[in-house]
């Protein structure tokens, strides 16, 4: 009663407390009431009395508070890798952590009834099982799906199922992914988890070497732009003071940055920092340099350079006319771009689902 009916700022006073006794068929009188709510205190309950006339009784403080409870219901409610029926029944199970009137609240805090949704409602059984292998050190064997033009699911890697060892599961992008060691090519890849089927832990022991001793996924989140996997290597950026924030932003503030007074000034006389980190080549790493216009330019490595160059000429050839004569491909972004300041915590893709990078390449997925 205490739990569902009251919380700070809602008591019952005793003649409402017989009543609800009543109406479950229990007997009592006050004095037995005030024993018991004395008990309740003993083993740890916070009843209090609110100072109202007549005087109620109320939980003041429970396991999770209002302000957790509505974290929770936001993440659960905004998640895209639940399905609508998972989401409404998570959502069931935190409203009973609460009281009747903080579960109204609970309901009405995000409105995503336009978010796209996960198809898969396996997701839930595909993370026990990952769990349980990382737990026993068991390799783990799976399908794997992307779909065709006609929005159909298709079979991966010929229809073969894939065997892999398990490193890491990492939730990213509003999707888990698992990331896995791969023997045959000695390298990391990773798989959308809603996108596996027949996903079974196996009874053989799962590779255990160097590498995936030292595996950190922390390390591995921070250069897998929109969880694309590519060659791993260092970037250094030209990054305009305009647009430090929101590199700092993405990269943490434990990045390598330090003023590149070498490169001179912008047409606005700002300064430019130079900005080290590892970074994994992909169209994601791409997407999110080119959001920032001429602020940010890639120095080094060259063959990085020349790859994001292709990038943005690829991307202006789909937009040409075909009957104009084509531009020169000189690749720089200018220093003295008009770019309006990103925004501090902009991520292209952050709304939006990225493409899967295709998993037959088995580490390059």
């Not at 700070?8 to 007997?27: A, K, N, S, V």
């Not at 503030?253 to 070498?262: E, L």
């Amino acid at each position: 009663m205490f739990f569902r009916e009251t919380d700070e700022d809602h008591g019952l006073t005793m003649p409402q407390i017989l009543e609800y006794l009543q109406e479950r068929g229990i007997t009592a009188e006050r004095k037995a009431i005030y024993r018991d709510v004395d008990a309740l205190r003993s083993f740890g309950f916070d009843i209090v009395t609110l100072p109202r006339r007549p005087v109620e009784y109320a939980l003041a403080t429970r396991r999770f508070s209002k302000a957790e409870l509505l974290l929770v219901a936001d993440a659960v409610q905004s998640s895209r890798f639940l399905t609508k029926t998972q989401a409404a029944s998570l959502m069931r199970s935190i409203k009973a952590l609460a009281s009747k009137y903080d579960a109204k609240a609970l309901s009405s805090q995000v409105h995503v009834e336009g978010r796209v949704r996960t198809q898969n409602a396996s997701v839930f059984r595909n993370v026990d099982v990952i769990q349980e292998a990382l737990r026993a050190r068991r390799k783990i064997s799976f399908h794997y799906v992307k779909y065709d033009v006609h929005a159909k699911e298709q079979l991966q890697h010929g229809g073969d199922a894939y065997v892999e060892t398990p490193v890491a599961l990492i939730y990213s992008n509003d999707f888990y992914y698992l990331v896995v060691y791969n023997e045959k090519h000695a390298d990391f890849a990773h798989y959308r988890v809603d996108r596996m089927r027949s996903l079974i832990c196996l009874d053989e022991r799962a590779t255990s070497n160097e590498a995936t001793r030292a595996f950190n996924a922390g390390e591995y989140l921070s250069c897998a732009f929109g969880m694309y996997h590519g060659k791993r290597q260092p970037m250094t950026l030209l990054v305009h003071e305009r647009a430090v924030s929101g590199v700092i932003d993405r990269f943490g503030k434990g990045v390598i940055i330090t003023p590149a007074r070498d490169a001179g000034e912008g047409a606005d006389g700002g300064a430019w920092a130079r900005v080290s980190a590892p970074v994994m080549q992909s169209p994601a790493l791409f997407g999110w340099l080119a959001q920032f216009g001429g602020l940010v330019r890639v120095e080094g490595p060259r063959e990085l350079a020349e790859a994001y160059a292709a990038h943005l000429e690829e991307a202006l050839a789909a937009y040409r006319d075909p009957a104009q004569a084509e531009p020169a491909p000189e690749a720089s972004p200018s220093c003295e771009s008009t770019q309006p300041e990103p925004t501090a915590n902009a991520d292209p893709g952050c709304d939006s689902e990225q493409p899967e990078p295709a998993p037959d390449a088995d580490p390059g997925c």
